[in-house]
């Protein structure tokens, strides 16, 4: 898996600003899952289901899991499907 910058071609914005240095670093950081995964003799969905732990952030008062809140968000892809099309066609036009 790879983290692609959106492009802001045609002023489409979908609310979230990406710098390339971020999708470096989540590129750099899922090499090394990758890595450390392959070590330990596993796929990297078995090595991040079993380090949760690495997911769940502090941020303020509240605590965010973010491995939770990936597997919401991808769990019903048509779904997904549906709502980045729908969003790419509003900001088109």
């Known amino acids: 898996m790879q983290v692609n910058k959106l492009s ?12 390339t240095e971020t999708v470096k670093r989540a590129n ?8 450390l ?20 952030k502090r ?4 605590t965010f899991d973010f ?3 990936a597997e919401r968000l991808t769990s019903d892809i048509e779904k997904l499907k549906k709502a980045f099309a729908s969003a790419f066609k ?3 036009r």
């Open 8 to 19: 802001n071609k045609n002023n489409a914005s979908f609310g979230a600003n990406i710098t």
């Open 28 to 35: 750099r950081t899922l090499i090394e899952r990758g890595k």
């Open 37 to 56: 995964a392959r070590r330990q003799g596993l796929e990297l969905a078995e090595y991040n289901a079993l380090h949760r732990e690495d997911f769940v």
């Open 59 to 62: 941020i303020g008062a509240k």
């Open 67 to 69: 491995y939770a809140m």
């Open 90 to 92: 509003r900001h088109v």
